[in-house]
Each structure stands twice: as C-alpha cells, then as structure tokens.
C-alpha cells in the first residue's frame, strides 16, 4: 500500500491532496444535501457545479500522485 508513502510528502504536494479531497467531498455533500431544493430549482447550475468539481478533485488527486512519485512497488 502506498500509506507510508504519503506521508512523506512535501507542503506544496500536501495542500494539492487537502484540496482535491476538499472538492470530492464538497461535490458529495451537494449531491446529499441540496439535491432537493437548490437542484431542482437550478438543474443545469447544480450539474455543472458538481461537474466542475469533481472534475478539480480528480485532476487535483492525479497532480498528486504525479508530484509524489506514485507509489513504487517495494521488490
């Protein structure tokens, strides 16, 4: 498992992991929470808001692994 090893990253690689979990839970929490009123109101407003933010936790989760190196296999 890759655990250990995102533990050792640096600050910058840190707050890009922080930001795109932040955008993931953020584009869950619209999906749970205001589906009901704020999206049936706004449907084409609600998508797009939750497009583009799960389209910025998985490009921000890719630049981190990019940054951390991935995880190498231990032979």
Known sequence: ???FH???LDPKS??????GNLC???SMMLTTH????FGHRHPA????LRFL???LAISLLYWS???SGRCASRT
């Open 14 to 19: 840190r707050r890009i992991l922080a930001t």
């Open 45 to 48: 407003l609600f998508d797009g």
């Open 53 to 55: 933010l799960i389209g």
């Open 24 to 26: 993931l839970l953020s």
């Open 6 to 8: 995102r533990r050792q």
């Open 34 to 37: 205001f589906a009901n009123g």
């Open 1 to 3: 498992m890759c655990l």
């Open 65 to 67: 692994a990019r940054r």
